[in-house]
């Protein structure tokens, strides 16, 4: 019985979140997107699929303001918001 008391064999050891942790925006520099961010999901039932590019404002904020690290936002998943899809592409040149 003494055995399954014993919490010493096996130590947790804490790791940093996959992205890290970023500090707060105390000086409301992103204030304005985060509010129209939220307003959408608020009109939205919160369904952030419909508003992915307020999303995606609000985190070009924060990486312009250094309250989170530079990352590419293909990588963050809006790979589709940033390249045309091809048909749209093609249209846009017009004589």
């Known amino acids: 019985m003494s055995t399954a008391m014993n ?8 790791r940093a ?3 890290g942790a970023f500090p707060l ?3 409301g520099e992103c204030k304005a997107f985060k509010e129209t961010f939220m ?8 369904d952030n699929s419909q508003c992915r590019l307020q999303s995606k404002d609000y985190l070009e904020c924060r990486m312009e303001n250094q309250l989170m690290a530079q990352e590419p936002l ?3 998943g809006f790979k589709d918001l940033m390249e045309p899809p091809p048909s749209q592409a093609d249209g846009d040149a017009e004589p």
Do not use: E
């Open 39 to 46: 307003k959408c999901l608020r009109d939205n039932n919160f």
């Open 25 to 27: 925006d105390h000086f």
């Open 17 to 19: 979140p996959d992205k």
């Open 7 to 14: 919490f010493g064999s096996k130590s947790f050891k804490p």
């Open 74 to 76: 293909t990588k963050l």
